[in-house]
């Protein structure tokens, strides 16, 4: 059956175009048409600022992330998996729609914008105020330990061997959780661990999670949301240096 495989072939070529992840050939990201996007939305597809911020600092109230200094290949892969059904946003119900509503290319310009903006410690979530949002603060020093050391009794992997120190991301594959948004965190990491988010590779994000308590996912997230992204010194190698 020939023309079966060929298809099988032509589909799955397709998909792996669409996957994101810039195909090799593809032109890099136009920062300042990313810009136009953020601020004024493009087609039907509103301006990204409404909700994640003007600076792409994300919202506790709507529970969107920060998308500012996040790493580019990060950001693309999660627009492919929107656009694709692979990932669904059961938060607001946007981002699926979002996604499509825009071309490659402008996912492209897009992340280039956001990835590029400065790190930025003002505009994080204020914790003693995350009870107006029904969750709760949780203990800084544990969610620490954990990311750090994981729980081996628990099967809990350190978090930092992938997530690198205080979460600031090992791109292209590893997200920046470091100063990322408190409610944002939470969510995930229950999405995660209930497999309602399913577009980890490998499963590795489900893996960590199913074995989380809600209280380690406070206490992580509180951890993270206030971790800054450090710097680790030539002379200073060993993570304990770079984190505190
Ligand atoms: C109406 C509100 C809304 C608008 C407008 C919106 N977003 Fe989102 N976005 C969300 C929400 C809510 C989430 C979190 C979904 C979830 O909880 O899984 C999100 C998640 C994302 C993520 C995933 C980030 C991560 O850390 O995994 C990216 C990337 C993103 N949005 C980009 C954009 C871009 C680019 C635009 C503009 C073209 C945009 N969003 C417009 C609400 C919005
Ligand atoms: C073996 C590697 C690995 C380990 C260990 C790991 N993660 Fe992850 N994590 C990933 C990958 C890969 C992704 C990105 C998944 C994707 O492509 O959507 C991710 C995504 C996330 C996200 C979502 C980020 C966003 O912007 O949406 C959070 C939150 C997170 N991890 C928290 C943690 C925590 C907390 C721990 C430790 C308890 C941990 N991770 C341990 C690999 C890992």
């Known amino acids: 059956m020939p023309h079966l495989r060929l298809l099988l072939l032509a589909v799955v070529g397709a998909a792996l175009s669409t996957t994101g992840l810039a195909g090799e050939a593809a032109p890099p990201g136009n920062p300042s048409h990313g810009q136009r996007i953020f601020m004024n939305g493009i087609n039907r597809v ?11 600092m994300g919202d506790d109230a ?27 946003d059961k938060t607001m119900f946007v981002m699926n729609s979002n996604a499509r509503g825009m ?3 402008d996912w492209r310009d897009v992340a280039a914008y956001v990835s590029g903006l400065e790190y930025r410690r003002v505009g994080l979530s204020k914790l003693e105020k995350v009870k107006e949002y029904g969750e709760t603060m949780g203990l800084r020093q544990r969610g620490r330990q954990l990311f750090l050391h994981g729980d081996p009794a628990r099967e809990i992997p350190p978090c930092y061997t992938c997530h690198g120190y205080n979460g600031r991301g090992l791109p292209p594959a590893y997200p920046m959780t470091g100063g990322q948004r408190f409610v944002y965190l939470v969510n995930q990491l229950h999405k995660w661990r209930a497999g309602s988010r399913r577009n980890d590779p490998e499963g590795v994000m489900r893996r960590v999670a199913k074995n989380l308590t809600h209280q380690d996912i ?27």
């Open 46 to 56: 509103p301006a990204c600022h409404n909700c994640h911020g003007k600076d792409a």
């Open 103 to 105: 071309r490659e290319q």
């Open 62 to 88: 709507l529970g969107t992330p920060r998308l500012a200094g996040q790493a580019e290949a990060y950001i693309l892969k999660q627009l492919g998996d929107f656009a694709a059904n692979r990932r669904e």
């Open 218 to 244: 406070r206490d992580v997230a509180t951890f993270l949301t206030s971790a800054p992204r450090g710097r680790c010194e030539e002379s200073c190698r060993q993570f304990l240096c770079c984190v505190w």
